[in-house]
């Protein structure tokens, strides 16, 4: 399946974490466009934004990390523009809750839009990849 990984890339951390995710995806038989490698600092911000467009118009689906006390706005954006196209998946290791319904890891508009969320709080890389796999592997052909 082509996926789209999106998340933040803004750390060393991040970015690495990204990779790590890719690589187990891509050995589980998947087609990974992830930004970062798209994405050289030194070319203009539309530039950017075009090409992350391509990837994601070139994508069936958005893998999606949530992480963080408020989830990454340029993600958030990411699946919102994928909604209506894409199927959509949803995962987070974070532990905190931050949505705006009791109970609920991120905001309403991104759980209601997702095909699936996966909630593994502290997971692992390794864990996550095989979750998503297992999701991947469960979506209905379109």
Partial sequence: MKIYLAGPLFTTAEQEFNRQLRDLLESSGHEVWLP??????????????????????????VVANM?????????????GYAYKRKYIILFRADFRESGDVPGSPFNLML?????KVILAPLASVQELASRIASALAELPAR
């Fill in 111 to 115: 759980s209601a839009s997702a095909t």
């Fill in 67 to 79: 992480d963080g006390p408020d989830p990454d706005s340029g993600t958030c954006w990411e699946c």
């Fill in 36 to 61: 970062q490698e798209h994405e050289p600092r030194e070319r203009n911000g539309q530039a950017i934004f075009e090409t992350n467009v391509a990837g994601l118009d070139g994508a069936e689906v």
